[in-house]
């Protein structure tokens, strides 16, 4: 199945902006990238995807690199709201289109 | 719009005990699948669907059946529960294979 890696944790500061890494280095042409949050007690929420492009949204920016075996999300002016663990995973379009989570990225927002 | 909606939010059962978990969605979405959360812990795939009639295995399908008779239900069946059962439910669609994934509440199962 196609594997996501991101750090276990960061920190940032509330109003600045947070640059969430993720690297997919076996990614394969049709895979897309999606970006899911989780605050605590509650379900997975969608955040943004893309395909080769970088995407904007309400919520985010996803820049996707050339060689798409990585990806960074962006969220522009971190609040307190934005604390949460972050999923980078794959949606394998060959495989029915079946998203297999990784361990996330928590994200911590200092006041 | 109700978006996915999974019952029941809270399940206490005994071993060996055997129960469903109910997801309907009302968006006429394609794809659906059933996620497990044990504390601390990501998301694991369950059993996901395409379309009605079509049913596939994910990470951890053992002691789960699933079945999708309709496009809007696509219920999650425990057959002889087990602690190791122990988790929290979550079951997800989206329009097609490839866009915005959807999520229930979850549902939180224990097994004594």
């Known amino acids: 199945d196609a594997k996501t890696t991101q750090p276990n944790s960061m920190e940032s500061n509330e109003e600045e902006p947070v640059h969430l890494p993720c690297n997919h280095s076996t990614i394969s042409g049709t895979d897309y990238i999606h970006w899911y949050r989780q605050l605590p007690s509650q379900g997975p929420e969608y955040v943004i995807h893309g395909l080769t492009s970088n995407v904007n949204n309400r919520m985010a920016s996803l820049a996707i690199a050339e060689d798409r075996k990585s990806s960074t999300l962006i969220l522009h002016r971190a609040t307190l709201r934005d604390a949460a663990v972050y999923y980078c995973i794959l949606r394998v379009t060959n495989q029915g289109g079946k998203l297999i989570f990784g361990q996330g990225t928590e994200l911590s927002v200092k006041p | 719009n109700a978006g996915v909606t999974q019952t029941p939010k809270f399940q206490v059962l005994k071993t060996g005990q055997s129960m469903t978990l109910q997801c309907a969605q009302d968006?006429?979405?394609?794809?659906m699948s059933w996620y497990r959360q044990d504390p601390g812990m990501g998301l694991r795939l369950i059993h996901y669907s395409v379309g009605a009639g079509i049913t596939d295995q994910g990470e951890v399908p053992n002691g789960y059946n699933v079945s999708r008779s309709t496009t809007e239900d696509f219920p999650l069946r425990l057959l002889s529960a087990a602690p190791s059962q122990t988790s929290v439910y979550f079951c997800?669609?989206?329009?097609?294979?490839?866009?915005?994934?959807?999520f229930g509440e979850g549902s939180r199962l224990t097994v004594l």
């Open positions: 997800a669609s989206s329009p097609q294979s490839i866009g915005e994934l959807f």
């Open positions: 968006m006429n979405h394609e794809y």
